[in-house]
């Protein structure tokens, strides 16, 4: 019984060494992919691209099933529709309504992760996913339930302490959350949320450049042609005055109208054609 005994604490011993050297390595695994990630999205610079890298990433690198990334306005408490990486069952529409017992709200309240590692059985995925106005007395199953989601993480998307969206992750095989996998998952997301807040900026800084430019385009044909303008209707005048008796003096106030309005013509054509560069 000692030498069992002796036995048996040894070999627990080589079971808890060998355990946590698979975690060490999992989380090895993890962090040389997130930075890889980090890379990849890194590149992309269009929101659309930068969503589709992130959840392309998410489902790979977290070993999910389905991976969800809602964009949210803080201004106006909104969400937008999600992007969807993995494979899920059905075409029902999913609800963009934030009930305040529903668990994007808690999350986004908090601006803390939510973790289920059963799923199946937390209120926030079941009993409180029902839409506002669905009518109790029919059966409602989540999406939770419809897809078979055994386990759930919900992290908020945090940037400069807004955030920017939310990102779930589903498994359909039950699923724990050790401490090593919830800081990397906490990585993915920041790293997910300044993708995000740099894309975006990106877009405002386009958008207000081109709004410049349409501005500059703007006041330049309106400076050229209303040089023109003026003085081709004071040319119109002088020849309809002289159309009877000079017709001689006449020409020569068409012939300058003629020219006034090719030198217009080609100010609105030399603007126009700047308007083919691909940047603009």
Same mark, same amino acid.
């Given at each position: 019984l000692a030498m069992l005994q002796s036995f048996i604490t040894q070999a627990a011993i %080589?079971? $808890?060494? %060998?355990?946590?050297f698979e975690r060490m390595n999992?989380?090895?695994?993890a962090l040389t992919s997130l930075h890889r990630v980090g890379q990849s999205i890194g590149v992309a610079r %269009?929101?659309?691209?930068?969503?589709?890298?992130?959840?392309?990433n998410a489902e790979r690198v977290l070993g999910a099933d389905i991976v969800m990334l809602y964009r949210y306005n !803080? $201004? !106006?408490?909104r969400l937008q529709s999600p992007l969807i990486t993995g494979t899920v069952w059905g075409n029902r529409p999913l609800s963009l309504d934030i009930k305040e017992d529903g668990v994007l709200a808690k999350i986004i309240r908090e601006k803390a992760s939510h973790l289920a590692s059963d799923a199946l059985a937390d209120p926030y995925l079941t009993d409180y996913a029902r839409p506002s106005g669905y009518p109790k007395s029919v059966r409602y199953r989540s999406?939770?339930?419809?897809?078979?989601?055994k386990s759930f993480a919900g992290v908020p998307l945090l940037a400069n302490?807004?955030?920017?969206?939310?990102?779930?992750?589903?498994?359909?095989?039950?699923?724990?959350? %050790?401490?090593? !996998?919830?800081?990397?998952? !906490?990585l993915f997301a920041q790293q997910a949320a300044i993708a995000i807040k740099n894309a975006e900026v990106n877009e405002l800084t386009h958008e207000l450049a081109a709004r410049e430019e349409r501005s500059r385009l703007s006041r330049e044909l309106h400076d050229s042609i209303s040089q023109y303008l003026p003085a081709i209707s004071l040319m119109a005048d002088n020849a309809r005055a002289l159309l009877i008796r000079d017709p001689a003096r006449a020409q020569d106030w068409l012939d300058k109208i003629q020219l006034a309005a090719h030198a217009a013509s080609s100010k609105v054509d030399f603007a126009v054609f700047q308007l083919r560069s691909v940047g603009l």
């Open positions: %080589a079971i $808890e060494k %060998a355990q946590l999992r989380r090895n695994q %269009a929101l659309p691209q930068v969503l589709q890298e992130i959840g392309v !803080e $201004e !106006e408490h999406f939770t339930q419809r897809q078979n989601i302490g807004h955030i920017v969206g939310v990102m779930c992750v589903n498994y359909r095989k039950r699923h724990q959350f %050790a401490n090593d !996998e919830q800081q990397i998952l !906490e």
